[in-house]
């Protein structure tokens, strides 16, 4: 039997409400040479019904692997890595969703500009509106891959690279490290985008705490990220990144006072390209903007 040519990912954990969603949207996809990889790493108490009795689960193209010990996103993703046969690999979150030409627009792209890496834009759902993002640039280049282009595994569209893998010892900011190592590893200084909302994200539907809202887990995988890939960006890139990083880790920590402290280095440093970013940070850190803001 013929490998596929797009290997979807979908780690999941306790929420077989939800996956019916992200699958049904990958089945829909134009681009019908995929297999998608369900990876459940549901507690034992769900682990019999998380998964294999869910609608569409039955699909030829649909795969579920049981991972009962991974410990995070990431070490689930790694599951679905292992296991993974297409020419190209792109991932799901369990309560997210594809849009139908999702794959089958960034694999033109991908075939056009010959880039290894592409990137889409997105619709995050919030409390009482809607955001779009990645969806004001056909390209991210430089300095901007560090501080502007977002880098979520569900926006990722890349050719299968073995030698990369989830740092499962971070347990959040796994997917910005996993990005940065596929820049280094294709060596890449632009990166092609997909302008249009192709994935939707839906932040605030789900009770169960976000991994990626841990604060000193985030500031952990932004400290490696600095330290193993800085040097690709210049000085004055990487100093912004480090007061982005600061400025997240007291947002999520519900620290408005040292938001309000750094936010005028920031400025200083990334000038009025921080506005977005600071009246972010203002908002959630202080708690007003939870729910109607991307966190």
């Known amino acids: 039997m013929a490998a596929?040519?797009?290997?979807?990912?979908?780690?999941t954990r306790d929420r077989p409400?939800?996956?019916p969603r992200a699958v049904g949207s990958l089945l829909a996809q134009t681009e019908a040479d995929t297999e998608v990889i369900v990876?459940?790493?549901s507690s034992p108490g769900v682990a019999?019904?998380?998964c294999l009795g869910l609608p569409g689960l039955r699909d030829p193209r649909v795969r579920v692997v049981r991972a009962p010990l991974a410990r995070n996103a990431g070490a689930a993703r790694n599951a679905g890595l292992t296991v993974a046969s297409g020419e190209w690999t792109t991932f799901l979150d369990d309560d997210d969703s594809y849009r139908p030409e999702k794959i089958g627009h960034q694999l033109a792209l991908a075939r056009e500009s010959g880039s290894p890496l592409v990137l889409c834009g997105a619709c995050y759902h919030l409390r009482s509106r809607s955001r779009l993002v990645h969806c004001d640039a056909d390209r991210w280049e430089g300095d901007a891959l560090?501080?502007?282009?977002?880098?979520?595994?569900?926006?990722l569209f890349h050719r299968r690279q073995p030698g990369v893998r989830f740092a499962e010892e971070l347990g959040a900011g796994e997917d910005l490290h996993y990005a940065h190592q596929l820049l280094a590893r294709f060596d890449l200084r632009a990166v092609p985008v997909v302008p249009e909302p192709l994935v939707d994200v839906y932040q605030d539907e789900v009770a169960?705490?976000?991994?990626?809202l841990r604060a000193d887990a985030s500031w952990r995988a932004a400290r490696r990220v600095w330290w193993e890939f800085g040097r690709r960006y210049s000085p004055s890139a990487r100093r912004v990144f480090v007061l982005r990083a600061h400025i997240t880790r007291a947002k999520l920590h519900g620290d408005p006072r040292t938001v309000l402290q750094l936010l005028p280095a920031l400025l200083r440093a990334g000038g009025l390209a921080e506005w977005r970013f600071a009246a972010n940070a203002v908002a959630v850190g202080s708690g007003w903007g939870r729910g109607r803001w991307v966190t």
């Open 17 to 19: 409400t939800l996956l």
């Open 39 to 41: 990876v459940d790493n």
């Open 48 to 50: 019999a019904t998380s």
């Open 208 to 212: 169960l705490p976000r991994t990626n």
């Open 4 to 11: 596929p040519l797009v290997s979807i990912i979908v780690p």
């Open 146 to 155: 560090l501080n502007r282009a977002r880098l979520g595994t569900p926006f």
